[in-house]
């Protein structure tokens, strides 16, 4: 079964990467839980021979991925970390690397206190303004690591304006696309020679498993991939695939409906009186609302907003009913969480000031529940604010 090269993204979601399989005609790919494969004969195998180096499940995981951010080939690891670490030896000692300023905490963690060691250096710019990418360039300068959007302030950051900084110059510009999803954010197309995910969040989309993906166009970065997947071994798993290739056959259904839930919760908020803030590129008001139409298909469900203390954001979090108190992101179910306390709490201080980000700010991540009954809960949780 081979798609119509212009199957379109909804298509592609739910056919891209598997075939019926080809022992028992199954349409869904097995969970190949094996770690080797047997030969028929000496140098003569059926294209797997070690389950690190590859495993049919995870292959048509990698296969739907690349196809659904319109690249050449995917690599899944077991975590985003590991796909960010695995992206990272592309690099060598003494070479420099251009990273958002308020990227998730993990890779800020990975870059400062692992990375460092081996001699990469990395300088932090508010890549929103992309005349301040081009100010940091440094002749060593061989990566751009950019996050759009970002969290938990929702900056974004015109992905092609960065594009035509880095490839002039032959720059390794890297987008970790997890907020946005390819559903709504197809970052090759604008120019981005890898993208990264954490499939724990949107691409699974069912809280129910950890795994990171990278998906590259160039050949030299397609070849060192596949060898240091093999090679450094932090793979994702056959039941991992085999989840995350469940929740993408539904990724556009279940987006559609973030993208509405995140708008009306956003909407319901930035009329609120008891709020000061809401941060939501798919607001008017949002600073980069413009570049957000542009750039992405539909908002998603992530926001955050400002209720002025930290007493009162304490009141807020306890009083939600639907929206569960928990980090992470990207599920059906909605979650609430403290970015300063909880995702962000290893952020120095003067580096959460700087992204913007307050000990009163909530984060929001809106699932696809009624969407009455959410915005039915934030009021509840607002009621308690006097
Ligand atoms: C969660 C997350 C990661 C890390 O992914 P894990 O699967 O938790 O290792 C990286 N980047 C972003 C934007 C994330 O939200």
Redesign the pocket.
């Known amino acids: 079964m081979q798609l119509p090269p212009d199957a379109r993204f909804d298509t592609i979601c739910i056919h891209a990467g598997q075939a019926p399989d080809p022992s028992t005609g199954a349409i869904i790919t097995p969970i190949y839980q094996t770690s080797t494969y047997v030969q028929d004969g000496l140098g003569r195998h059926k294209g797997h021979e070690y389950a690190r180096t590859s495993n049919p499940t995870r292959a048509a995981l990698e296969g739907n991925l690349a196809a659904l951010e319109g690249g050449s080939a995917g690599y899944a690891f077991a ?4 796909a ?1 670490d695995a992206i990272l030896s592309l690099l060598e000692q003494g070479d420099h690397v251009i990273v958002t300023d308020n990227t ?1 905490g ?2 800020y963690r990975l870059f400062e206190r692992v990375l460092r060691r081996y001699g990469l250096r990395f300088t932090y710019v508010d890549t929103s303004d992309s005349s301040a990418v081009a100010a940091a360039i440094e002749p060593a300068t061989k990566m751009v690591f950019l ?1 759009t959007p970002t ?1 938990p302030v929702m900056r974004l950051t015109d992905i092609a304006a960065v594009a035509a900084i880095t490839r002039p110059r032959g720059v390794t510009l890297v987008v ?1 696309n ?2 946005a999803s390819p559903c709504l954010q197809r970052p090759l197309t604008l120019g981005a020679d890898i993208v990264v995910h ?1 499939t ?2 949107y691409l699974n989309g069912h809280s129910d498993s ?3 993906i990278v998906v590259c166009t160039r050949p030299e970065h397609v070849e060192w991939m596949k060898f240091v997947q093999n090679a450094a071994g932090a793979i994702m798993g056959p039941f991992d695939a085999w989840l995350v290739l469940r929740g993408t056959k539904t990724l556009a259904v279940r987006m559609e409906r973030h993208n509405t839930n995140g708008l009306a919760v956003a909407r319901f908020l930035a009329a609120h009186p008891k709020v000061r803030a809401v941060h939501y590129p798919g607001l008017e008001q949002h600073p980069q609302h413009a570049l957000a139409e542009r750039q992405m298909r539909g908002f998603g469900g992530m926001l955050a907003f400002d209720v002025d203390t930290l007493e009162r954001a304490k009141v807020v979090l306890e009083r939600f009913r639907v929206f569960a108190l928990a980090e992470s ?1 990207g599920g059906v179910e909605s979650l609430v969480c403290h970015p300063a306390s909880m995702t962000h709490a290893s952020v120095p201080i003067e580096r959460r000031v700087q992204i913007g980000l307050t000990e009163s700010m909530v984060r929001l991540s809106v699932g696809i529940e009624d969407v009455n009954d959410l915005v039915a809960d934030v009021a509840h949780a607002l009621d308690g604010l006097s």
């Open positions: 975590s985003g970390m590991a960010i998730y993990g890779t996050e969290n970790d997890t907020f954490s724990t969040k950890v795994g990171g992101l």
